[in-house]
Nanobody, 121 residues
Framework: QVQLVESGGGLVQAGGSLRLSCAAS????????MGWYRQAPGKQRELVAT???????NYADSVKGRFTISRDNAKNTVSLQMNSLKPEDTAVYYC???????????????WGQGTQVTVSS
């Protein structure tokens, strides 16, 4: 089976930066799209950014221009550089892989356990 592990969350003041990383482990042949989602208390989980194998990206309007998603296909990792952080960015951030091809099977909608990002005023 494939596992996703996030890291890099923490506490930062408004206007600061954080870089989140997600590493996929397992007997992985390839991963289609990867992305970052977040969920604040009392709110639905929402899309932050996604990136395809070819490098096409998609961002939520609320983070566009401030966040940058990138991936390393060879290492099966995806990162999220977050700049100019705002208190409303406070949430648990989750890494996602939509389709993962393993040596023996396909897996879909794989999620990491999440990493907390807290932005203080």
């Amino acid at each position: 089976q494939v596992q996703l592990v996030e890291s890099g969350g923490g506490l930062v003041q408004a206007g600061g930066s954080l870089r989140l990383s997600c590493a996929a482990s397992g007997s992985i042949f390839s991963i289609n799209a990867m992305g970052w989602y977040r969920q604040a208390p009392g709110k639905q989980r929402e899309l932050v950014a996604t990136i395809t194998t070819g490098g096409s990206t998609n961002y939520a309007d609320s983070v566009k221009g401030r966040f940058t998603i990138s991936r390393d296909n060879a290492k099966n990792t995806v990162s999220l550089q977050m700049n100019s952080l705002k208190p409303e960015d406070t949430a648990v951030y989750y890494c996602n892989a939509d389709r993962v091809r393993l040596i023996t099977r396909w897996e879909s909608d794989i999620w990491g356990q999440g990493t907390q990002v807290t932005v203080s005023s």
